[in-house]
Nanobody, 120 residues
Framework: QVQLVESGGGLVQPGGSLRLSCAAS????????SGWYRQAPGKQRELVAS???????NYADSAKGRFTISRDNAKNTVYLQMNSLKPEDTAVYYC??????????????WGQGTQVTVSS
């Protein structure tokens, strides 16, 4: 199993920046990919950014050019740098880790989430 703990959320003004951290513990050596998701009130949870154990990244269209996902293997931590924040970025942000569970099968683990509020 893997345990995930997010930190770094808070209140920021439009145009500001915030850096989220996701610290992993447990069977971290088995993680195939990690990602950041967000869920705004009344909306579905959506993928914001992901990174594989090989370093490949993917971003939602809304995040491209503003957000950057990165990883520090020595610290078992994944980061999400968020710049040029907009009010529509307001949501609870969740860290996710995907581990192999069989051939072409994975199991996902989630952190408890951290609130990001963009408001003037």
């Amino acid at each position: 199993q893997v345990q995930l703990v997010e930190s770094g959320g808070g209140l920021v003004q439009p145009g500001g920046s915030l850096r989220l951290s996701c610290a992993a513990s447990g069977s971290t050596f088995r993680i195939a990919s990690s990602g950041w998701y967000r869920q705004a009130p009344g909306k579905q949870r959506e993928l914001v950014a992901s990174i594989t154990n090989g370093g490949s990244t993917n971003y939602a269209d809304s995040a491209k050019g503003r957000f950057t996902i990165s990883r520090d293997n020595a610290k078992n931590t994944v980061y999400l740098q968020m710049n040029s924040l907009k009010p529509e970025d307001t949501a609870v942000y969740y860290c996710n880790a995907r581990l192999p569970a069989g051939v072409n099968s994975f199991v996902g683990y989630w952190g408890q989430g951290t609130q990001v509020t963009v408001s003037s």
